[in-house]
């Protein structure tokens, strides 16, 4: 089964710490994509960050990155300088075969910022 | 980003009626569309995928009799649920994507609730 896991139902920051988000995966494909999505309390998903496996470097967009470990199936996203903004759930997610954009979601994790 | 509108955003509806959900891609040709359903706290579960003149394609476990598709445009995806029930009452949301490995673009949902 194609399963994305993610261990972590709540956290909690410092506004301006930092935090990570586990998520782990499932696949037998050997180039695929990962994906962060934020879902704020308006529950507009939002795409925070995108991960292709066979690019070994990890994507960074700005306050957010990835520690992607492609032999581990690991996927966590570390959030810098955290600001209240970012108080939200954060969904981890993959396609569900090859390159396609039907996405299997993590359970996801309730991030709560602290000011 | 490309910007999927989804109506309505909310809807109340009478036990055994219908009611209709519209998804469109403003600015670029969403030649698939996925449907999501999400219930409270948990995570987005892929209810069906519908591609432009094709019939769409229902996860298991999912009545296509009751949650029907139509893509009958490369702009315009619905998913009407007929003779709704209190227990369809959830948080639907779509996402279109115009091709293979390209970004898929959520609406902001419409969230049913069955009386």
């Known amino acids: 089964a194609q399963t994305v896991t993610q261990s972590q139902p709540e956290m909690s920051v410092q506004e301006a710490e930092t935090v990570t988000l586990s998520c782990t995966y499932d696949?037998?494909?050997?180039?695929?994509?990962l994906f962060w999505y934020k879902q704020p309390p308006s529950r507009q998903m939002i795409l925070v960050i995108r991960?292709?496996?066979?690019?070994?470097q990890n994507a960074t967009e700005n306050r957010f990155s990835v520690n992607f470990q492609k032999a581990a199936k690991s996927f966590s996203l570390k959030i810098s300088d955290s600001q209240l903004g970012d108080a939200a759930m954060y969904f981890c997610?993959?396609?569900?075969?090859?390159?396609?954009?039907?996405?299997?979601f993590g359970t996801g994790t309730l991030l709560a910022v602290q000011p | 980003g490309a910007v999927v509108s989804q109506h309505p955003s909310w809807v109340i509806c009478k036990s055994g009626t219908s009611v209709k959900i519209e998804c469109r891609s403003l600015?670029?040709?969403?030649?698939?569309m996925f449907w999501y359903r999400q219930f409270p706290k948990q995570s987005l579960m892929l209810m069906a995928t519908?591609?432009?003149?094709?019939?769409?394609?229902?996860e298991q476990g999912v009545e296509k009799d009751k949650f029907l598709i139509n893509h009958a445009s490369l702009t315009l995806s619905t998913l009407t649920v007929t003779s709704a029930h209190p227990e369809d009452s959830s948080f639907y949301i779509c996402?279109?994507?115009?091709?293979?490995?390209?970004?898929?673009?959520f609406g902001q949902g419409t969230r049913l609730t069955v009386v």
């Open positions: 996402s279109g994507v115009g091709g293979m490995n390209t970004e898929a673009f």
């Open positions: 600015d670029f040709q969403a030649t698939t």
């Open positions: 696949t037998s494909e050997s180039d695929y994509y």
């Open positions: 991960q292709e496996a066979y690019k070994q």
């Open positions: 997610a993959r396609p569900s075969s090859g390159a396609t954009n039907k996405l299997i």
């Open positions: 519908s591609n432009e003149g094709s019939k769409a394609t229902y």
